[in-house]
Structures are given as C-alpha cells and as structure tokens.
C-alpha cells in the first residue's frame, strides 16, 4: 500500500491563481480530511468527507473547495489563492473514526507571493 | 468548547533520559486519544491510539496513557536518543459534538541532545 499520497510536493502561485491540490488514498478509508498547518498554529481542518459524494466544512474553508467523486481521491481546490493561504496542507484518511488511526500524506508546501 | 492542550511547547533533555509529554482535553466523553509524530517538513506519522476503554498502551520505548475522568494523557518515552528528536502531537475523537474529526492539541517539540 502506498498510502496517503499528496501532490505536488511544492507550489508557489501567484495572488489571483488557482490551482488543485491532489490527494489519493489506497487504504478504501471512507473518511479524508484536509488540514493546514501554520508554524505555532498546530492543524486547522479545513474540509473533511465521510464517503464519496459528501463532504463538509472544517474550521477554515473559505477560499477553499472539494469535491469527493471516489473513495480514494478527495482534491482541494484553491480559487483566487491570496497571501494568507500559504502554509503546509496535509491530507489524511481514516477507516473507522472512533477506532483506528488516521493516516497522513507528506503535505504540499505552498507559497502564494 | 473541545480543545487539547498541550504543555509544554518545547521540551530539550540530554540523551539516555526518561521523560513525559503530557496532553490535556476538556471533555471525558471520547472515543479515543492518539500520539503522533512529526518530523520536520514531514507529514504526522501515527506512534499509538488508545481508545476510551483502555487505560495504557506500549509500543518499545514508548507507553502512553489515558486518564478520562481527569482529562490527561501521557507518552512517556524511556532512554531518549536523539532521533526521537521531533513534534509530538496529541488528538482526541471527542464523541460529542465533534462528529468524524480529530481535535488536535499545537504538539510539544522534542529535542533530545547527545
């Protein structure tokens, strides 16, 4: 199993782009998450599914969006990227919530200047 | 409101020492608690998960613990080496309110010297 795998690893967007963070898990884990994580700031979910074809908010979701099409991929996509959304995104899935661990992907850096 | 903390942030020891990492969570109604690791520029890499009906689990070197009356749990790491040198980061699966999310505590970052 490869796991959670992220891509890219590396980004740097301008203010006013767009882009796609891919995510895709090969665990058949019905739940995925997105987080941030901002230095001293620990993770802040953004976006998080329970299935294909659901998903809900986090904590931070604006500027955001996802979508769920299948089980194994869930990408985050940034519209209009401005300056407070630079930080490490990690994607991470889970099989059942209450009893098993959640699993992460690497991250993506992203620098938006 | 569910939150985790925990204290401290920042923790240096010298090598060969024992030590604990302790977390705190304001609600005694969870599912489970689990301790990660995050390594710089890396992604959180899962060490052990208790769920609400335990009180301890061990993996090596590492033991952690659950106390829900009290809201506390610890990771003891015995004989530190310098590559447990890291962010440990603490999670609970709250089962009120918080339903399908993890609440995760800001980490306390290990730094173990030779």
């Known amino acids: 199993n490869a796991g959670v795998t992220q891509t890219p690893k590396f980004r740097i967007l301008k203010i006013g782009q767009s882009m796609t963070l891919q995510c895709t898990q090969d665990?058949?884990?019905?739940?995925m998450y997105w987080y941030r994580q901002d230095p001293g700031m620990g993770l802040k979910l953004i976006y998080y599914?329970?299935?294909?074809?659901?998903?809900d908010k986090g904590e931070v979701p604006n500027g955001y969006n996802v979508s769920r099409s299948t089980t194994e991929d869930f990408p985050l996509r940034l519209e209009l990227a401005a300056p407070s959304q630079t930080s490490v995104y990690f994607c991470?899935?889970?099989?059942?919530?209450?009893?098993?661990?959640?699993?992460f992907g690497p991250g993506t850096r992203l620098t938006v200047l | 409101k569910q939150e985790v903390t925990q204290i401290p942030a920042a923790l240096s020891v010298p090598e060969g020492e024992n030590l604990v990492l302790n977390c705190s969570f304001t609600?005694?109604?969870?599912?489970?608690l689990q301790w990660f690791r995050q390594d710089p520029g890396k992604g959180l890499t899962s060490l052990l998960l208790?769920?609400?009906?335990?009180r301890e689990q061990t993996s090596g070197r590492l033991n952690a613990s659950l106390d829900k009356s009290s809201g506390r749990s610890t990771l003891y790491i015995a004989a530190s080496q310098p590559g447990d040198s890291a962010t440990y980061l603490c999670?609970?699966?709250?089962?009120?309110?918080?339903?399908?999310?993890?609440?995760f505590g800001k980490g306390t970052l290990l730094t173990v010297n030779p």
């Open positions: 991470a899935s889970i099989g059942g919530w209450t009893t098993d661990t959640q699993y």
């Open positions: 609600d005694s109604a969870i599912y489970n």
């Open positions: 599914s329970v299935g294909a074809g659901i998903t």
């Open positions: 208790i769920q609400s009906s335990q």
């Open positions: 999670a609970v699966a709250f089962s009120g309110g918080s339903n399908y999310k993890l609440t």
């Open positions: 665990m058949n884990h019905n739940y």
